[in-house]
């Protein structure tokens, strides 16, 4: 798991300096910015001190003038755009879309105006389109789904934005974060919009750390250096223990009847419900009234993504009714484990409970991309992945 520590707020480029800290390659991360990168900059990364905690501090050196980057203000259409630049996969580009819709969302209802029609400001800026596009490939190299934070210290003070001087939490932040606990401790903006995007977004559980055996503590650093709190984002990576972890998890079933649309609608359809949030989505044929064949949607999401995967079932189906129970469930404990083999690296997923070891599969799409790249085909490459963890666990 992933445990988010707020004592000091968040931001983009704090949550990427500590997933970097945690050990996610930096030339990994500008590979899957892709275009973006090149076009628009370098990316770095550097150890500083805050408050004398050693952290890494993530940048982006624009080579673009300033006037044409981070004080325009971007339009969605055109941020949708730039994603599409980058080299994330298909899936993470969607779930980046999803995030900066969010966004604009929020924005749209502060400000009543159509969603098209928003002006992203601070946040439309190059930097924080690094910063969002960066985070869902960091997430989607740890592989980790069970990420958990504390509340958030949202600061205190008045910040300036493009609409005026504000308190904080400023008006976009504020919307982003209803319905997570949140305290206020400190003189200046702690939390930014980008930060709570991505920790509201990614977070399945919000309170004290759970009892967890701890392997590795990644540090995050903000901009600022003030003497009397590190501004730092602490991440610590670990595993939760056995009686203290998905027993008792709570989550939310939602099912939906249709009988009346388009079926190449279903694809898209549950590609933007994995993006906003789903943690698994399933359809399965039933007879409905009048003899007429049907489908039912079923989604499993945490209690939080219940009103936003709601609001995609009636954007992009035909229901007209969705119903839904909470209960709790117990899961395995899931980690990612990647091996080295003749065509390439491949991830393994692995199920334990405890120290035993109850499934391992190599990741298929590892699988499928090595097996376009070499010219052979998938069931070899899985072959020679399983062989080559088989082979590494007997030395």
Request: proline letters at 6%; aromatic letters at 6%.
């Amino acid at each position: 798991m992933l445990y988010f520590d707020c004592f000091s707020g968040a931001s983009g480029d704090m949550v990427l300096g500590a997933m970097i800290d945690l050990g996610l390659p930096v030339d990994a991360l500008k590979s899957a910015l892709g275009s973006l990168a090149i076009e628009y900059g370098d990316v770095t990364s550097e150890r500083v001190l805050r408050a004398g905690v050693s952290a890494t501090k993530f940048r982006l050196v624009e080579t673009v003038p300033a006037e044409a980057s981070t004080h325009k203000h971007y339009h969605l259409k055109h941020i949708v755009s730039a994603i599409r630049r980058s080299a994330l996969s298909g899936e993470g580009q969607e779930r980046a879309v999803h995030l900066f819709e969010r966004l604009a969302a929020a924005e749209a209802a502060i400000h009543q105006t159509p969603i098209e029609r928003v002006h992203l400001h601070e946040v439309g800026a190059l930097d924080s389109i690094i910063d969002i596009v960066g985070a869902v490939y960091a997430f989607e190299w740890f592989g980790v789904d069970d990420v958990m934070a504390s509340p958030l210290n949202v600061g205190g003070g008045t910040v300036r934005c493009a609409h005026g001087v504000f308190p904080v939490p400023a008006p976009a932040t504020a919307r982003l974060l209803e319905g997570v606990p949140v305290y206020a401790d400190g003189q200046s903006e702690l939390v930014t919009p980008t930060g709570a995007l991505l920790v509201t977004h990614y977070a399945r559980q919000y309170g004290p750390m759970p009892v967890m055996t701890i392997d590795r503590i990644g540090y995050g650093a903000g901009d600022r250096d003030p003497k009397e709190r590190p501004n730092v984002l602490r991440i610590l990576r670990g595993t939760r223990a056995a009686d203290a972890g998905q027993p008792g998890e709570r989550i939310v079933k939602m099912e939906s009847e249709i009988d009346d649309m388009n079926p190449q609608l279903f694809g898209p359809l549950m590609d933007a419900l994995h993006a906003a949030g789903a943690l698994d989505v399933f359809y399965t044929p039933v007879q409905m009234k009048k003899g007429r064949p049907g489908t039912l949607v079923t989604i499993i999401a945490p209690p939080d993504r219940r009103q936003a995967l709601t609001d995609i079932l009636f954007r992009e189906s035909t229901t007209i009714g969705v119903r839904y129970e909470e209960m709790s469930r117990t899961r395995l404990e899931r980690t990612i484990e990647p091996v080295e083999t003749p065509y390439g690296r491949v991830r393994f997923k692995i199920a334990r409970r405890g120290e035993e070891e109850l499934n391992a599969a190599p990741e298929f799409d590892d699988c499928a991309r090595l097996a376009a790249e070499r010219g052979v085909s998938i069931k070899t490459v899985q072959a020679a992945a399983i062989k080559a963890r088989l082979d590494g666990a007997s030395k």
